[in-house]
């Protein structure tokens, strides 16, 4: 079991900045792609972006392309999604995503493995 945990979500205005983390722990394993997603009550889990065991392969939605990044740190077990220029549309609820896939799959939805529990990002105008 792979347990995933959120942080850094909160409430900005418009055109500031968050930056969110997913730490993994438990039984991890030896090269996983992560990622993130989003949500809002009522509306399907939108991609956000993924990025693959090297940092070299990485995807973000169309939504959020030249706005966020995402980085991370396998020393630490940990993701990042540095999230600049934020609008009111941005609101929602941010997972964690976690599988032995390819970042380019995770952006299907493909071999996603485990979730976090979501942190929550208010972007007001």
């Known amino acids: 079991q792979v347990h995933l945990v959120e942080s850094g979500g909160g409430s900005v205005q418009a055109g500031g900045s968050l930056r969110l983390s997913c730490a993994a722990s438990g039984r991890t394993f030896s090269a996983p792609t992560m990622g993130w997603f989003r949500q809002v009550p009522g509306k399907v889990r939108e991609f956000v972006a993924s990025i693959g065991w090297s940092g070299g392969s990485t995807y973000e939605g169309d939504s959020v392309k030249g706005r966020f990044t995402i980085s991370r740190d396998n020393a630490k077990n940990t993701v990042s999604l540095q999230m600049n220029s934020l609008k009111p549309e941005d609101t929602a609820v941010y997972y964690c995503?976690?599988?032995?896939?390819?970042?380019?799959?995770?952006?299907?939805?493909?071999?996603?493995?485990?979730w976090g529990k979501g942190t929550l990002v208010t972007v007001s105008s």
């Open positions: 995503a976690y599988g032995i896939t390819t970042a380019q799959d995770m952006a299907v939805g493909y071999g996603i493995e485990y």
